[in-house]
């Protein structure tokens, strides 16, 4: 495999859009690349996989800072793994509350249907649940 990509081939590598990479550049996630003479941008292995990293931190739903934080300290293997930690401990917290929240909102959504007589509008549960937030059971859900 060579060691010098153009960015299209980058985005085929590891399957991060055109775009996002020269947004992950102008925030400072990814070094800003080497030039040719022509001034496209060309980059190298060590790119590829901080773009791959990058991408996956993303997929599991770390913000920005995070990954900032993450690369900072991969770039540092023989510091502690505390920090690392802490913040993949923050995210599980984070996606534990999200499933709870969507758990209440699978719940309410079913006391609707369920309460639905299939009749005219007037009648409707579903109707009648939207307009007065106050008859929903599980308060605590959150809009996705």
């Known amino acids: 495999m060579p060691n010098d990509f153009a960015i299209g081939e980058v985005a085929r590598h590891t399957g991060v859009k055109v775009p996002t990479i020269r947004y992950y550049e102008q925030i400072g ?15 190298d292995l060590n790119d590829l996989n ?8 993303r997929e599991l739903g770390f913000d920005v800072d995070a990954i900032r934080t993450l690369l900072a300290l991969q770039d540092q293997p023989q510091r502690s793994c505390q920090q690392a930690d802490s913040i993949a ?4 917290i ?12 699978k719940a309410e959504l079913e006391r609707m249907v369920l309460g639905c007589s299939h009749g005219r ?5 579903v109707i009648e649940i939207l307009a007065d937030h106050g008859q929903c ?8």
């Open 137 to 144: 059971r599980h308060h605590q859900h959150v809009p996705a």
């Open 29 to 43: 996630l990814l070094p800003r690349p080497t030039r040719t003479a022509n001034n496209r941008r060309v980059y």
């Open 94 to 105: 984070d996606v534990e509350q999200r499933i709870a929240s969507l758990g209440a909102l």
């Open 89 to 92: 401990k923050a995210r599980l």
């Open 50 to 57: 901080r773009l791959t990293f990058i991408r996956h931190a």
């Open 121 to 125: 509008v007037e009648d409707c549960r």
